[in-house]
């Protein structure tokens, strides 16, 4: 993940969540975001927790963010 700049404070970060995948977002369409992971793209949205506490526009991940998943395939799943 570092060649897409995934920065090591962020790695350490993220095993703070063991059951969380990072992630950055490369494109979005509407409400779903095509996400890079380590195993490559998929496609995610944000979660319903996510809706609920996001107050502004501002407050939704976009392209280039890091974002944790969770799931690090293209099964279907949500931006935590």
Known sequence: MENIGLSRRFIAESALYPDLFAGRIVSQYRDLYKVAT????LMAEVSGR???????????????????????????????
């Open 50 to 80: 996510f809706l609920f506490d996001a107050r502004t526009l501002s407050d939704y991940p976009a392209v280039g963010d890091f974002v944790m998943l969770d799931r690090n395939d293209d099964a279907g799943g949500n931006i935590e």
């Open 38 to 41: 380590a195993d490559g793209e």
